[in-house]
T-cell receptor, first 117, second 114 residues
Framework: AQKVTQAQTEISVVEKEDVTLDCVYE???????LFWYKQPPSGELVFLIR??????QNEISGRYSWNFQKSTSSFNFTITASQVVDSAVYFC??????????????FGKGTHLIIQP | GAGVSQTPSNKVTEKGKYVELRCDPI?????LYWYRQSLGQGPEFLIY????????DSGLPNDRFFAVRPEGSVSTLKIQRTERGDSAVYLC????????????FGPGTRLLVL
């Protein structure tokens, strides 16, 4: 069975600090997809990134970067020079591509990130 | 439409009543998903449609929950004999097709069962 663990329930930092959100996953499949979503106070889940299991290259998008390491089953998310607008709940999620198609996502419990001005 | 839409945004009902929640996916998206999010938790998968058929309903908690997508676009999640434990935010997501893994979410319907 698949599982996603986000051990950090809440993180609070001061604006402009860097912050890393941890995500550890479990799956028996060799082909799978990993995701990060942001859920601001408005409640709507916003897609941030998708990674497939064959692509271990790290990715950077502006102030955001992701570190995917299959050896430790981790897919960590770093925000550089954090801003107040980054305050939200962040979810890591996993999808096992059974039959080559997409499946329902398994989400972690989320990390509540608070950026203080 | 531009994104996934869900109606109503809020629904208050009494224990034992029947409710319907509607999801309108992104135009052209053939895959549609329902999730349930309880307070302080991550979304929990309920059911997945590819076209008109339910490809995976393994997440539905019991037979009080049912979902349809008769024309392969709009979907309705139906809950019979609601219980207080059904109170949650019900989220809908869509993706282009079963091979496009990115799911885009709607704003959700907040259901409160009194």
């Amino acid at each position: 069975a698949q599982k996603v663990t986000q051990a950090q329930t809440e993180i609070s930092v001061v604006e402009k600090e860097d912050v890393t959100l941890d995500c550890v996953y479990e799956t028996r499949d060799t082909t799978y997809y990993l995701f990060w979503y942001k859920q601001p106070p408005s409640g709507e889940l916003v897609f941030l990134i998708r990674r497939n299991s064959f692509d271990e290259q790290n990715e950077i998008s502006g102030r955001y970067s992701w570190n995917f390491q299959k050896s430790t089953s981790s897919f960590n998310f770093t925000i550089t020079a954090s801003q107040v607008v980054d305050s939200a709940v962040y979810f890591c999620a996993l999808s096992e591509a059974r039959g080559g198609g997409a499946d329902g996502l398994t989400f972690g419990k989320g990390t509540h990130l608070i950026i203080q001005p | 439409g531009a994104g996934v839409s869900q109606t109503p945004s809020n629904k208050v009902t009494e224990k034992g009543k029947y409710v319907e929640l509607r999801c309108d996916p992104i135009s052209g998206h053939t895959a549609l998903y329902w999730y349930r999010q309880s307070l302080g938790q991550g979304p929990e998968f309920l059911i997945y449609f590819q076209g008109t058929g339910a490809a995976d309903d393994s997440g539905l908690p019991n037979d009080r929950f049912f979902a349809v997508r008769p024309e392969g676009s709009v979907s309705t999640l139906k809950i019979q004999r609601t219980e207080r434990g059904d109170s949650a935010v019900y989220l809908c997501a869509s993706s282009r097709d079963r091979y496009e893994e990115t799911q885009y979410f709607g704003p959700g319907t907040r259901l409160l069962v009194l």
